[in-house]
């Protein structure tokens, strides 16, 4: 793909709302389209809002200077829900980004703009930001693969905080081998893609037992069919992690918006501005003990997966709301948090159905994430191969 090809298609399916703003680079390489939170050399960073000051970046986040040394050429920066703080990718400035497979449903978020970039041809691969969902949410809403790394594996600096305790930058794209090619051009983990990948049949796998009893039943089909033979482990409730996960990402953020609040509240949006301002009643004896908690609940989720190579689980409670729609933000984010609070790696894989996409989560051992792909592109090979005989 050549950057004029992205500009064409970007215009083409301008309707999607995925782009901010678009480079005018004639460079040749991966075309990669960047969330619009990372200060990308010479364009402006929004971080989806109307606060930041609109002038260009002087020079790159390190993670952009490492996408650019492996080859990448920036196409974009990328829409996203507002300061990355909602799930949905309804953005009040720029317009909400809308899922290719059905314009009336969200993308998912925050991450929704690169998703839909790779979704629909406009790039090679996207980088994405994940603080308790966002790039999985919509990997799954638009039938892409997202990857959270571990926690810590590529640098946050040159990228607007959310929660810097549980902010983690990672790729979207087309397939794994993409995403693991991405991801190691965006880090130092190295050569994330194995020789000699073990099979399916080779890998020990397991669900994580009742995470998926509250899934909707067109979602509970396609879990069944894609999970049917695997055991089921005790794992942790969803709703364990959600306390001390909303503890941290609250506090943090009321932390950074804290002077906008009180001097330009009504640049926020309705949902965003409500979220940063419940973060003002939390006390840093609550905000101790939810860091308390995530160091307790890190070593119980990596105990859970010591006879394991990954952990499935599912990715939605539900398929993508209707834009405008109501909806629970535990139903899009219920079953992603719980591994930004730990920090595990994971990769959002789609799975090869008709229809609107669904995704399935593949939950990796913490600092393995070559290991992780590896599993990842068994699961990519032996789902596509059962699809192809209608899954018999």
Known sequence: MTPAQARAEIAAHADLRAFISVSDTDEIGD????????????????????????VPAVADAPVVERIRKAGGVI??????????????????????VRNPSDPERVA???????????????????????????????????????????????????????????????????????????????SDLGDLIPDRPRSLAQLRLATARDWALTIEPDLLR?????????????????????????????AEAFAV???WIETRPEQYGHDVLALLKSGAAISR????????????????????????????????????????????????????????LTGHPVIALPVPVPGLPVGVQVVGHFGRDAELVEVALALESAWKSRAAQGWR
Request: include cysteine; proline fraction near 6%; hydrophobic fraction near 40%.
């Open 108 to 186: 998912g978020g925050s991450s929704g703009g690169s998703a839909v970039a790779v979704a629909t041809g406009m790039c090679d691969w996207a980088l994405g930001t994940d603080t308790g969902g966002s790039i999985r949410v919509p990997a799954a809403y638009c039938g892409v693969v997202g990857f959270k790394p571990t926690v810590g594996s590529v640098e946050t600096e040159g990228v607007f905080p959310l929660s810097r305790t549980l902010d983690t930058v990672g790729p979207l794209a087309g397939d794994v081998t993409t995403a693991a090619r991405a991801l190691q051009a965006m």
């Open 285 to 340: 004896a609550e905000y101790s003990r939810a860091l308390f908690e995530q160091s307790r609940l890190r070593c119980e989720a990596e105990n859970r997966l010591e006879e394991w190579d990954a952990l499935l689980v599912p990715a939605t409670r539900v398929r993508p709301p209707r834009v405008g729609a109501d909806y629970r933000r535990s139903d899009l984010s219920g079953l992603t948090r719980p591994f930004n």
């Open 257 to 259: 918006h804290r002077h």
């Open 222 to 250: 396609v879990w069944e069919m894609v999970t049917v033979g695997l055991p089921q482990i005790d794992f942790s409730d969803p709703d364990i992690f959600a306390a001390p996960g909303s503890t941290i990402l609250l």
């Open 75 to 96: 196409i974009g920066k990328t829409n996203l829900h507002e300061w990355a703080l909602g799930l949905t990718s309804e953005n009040p400035h720029y317009g909400a």
């Open 31 to 54: 075309i990669v389209a960047i969330k619009d939170l990372v200060d990308v050399r010479g364009m402006v960073t929004t971080g989806g809002g109307t606060l930041l000051e609109a």
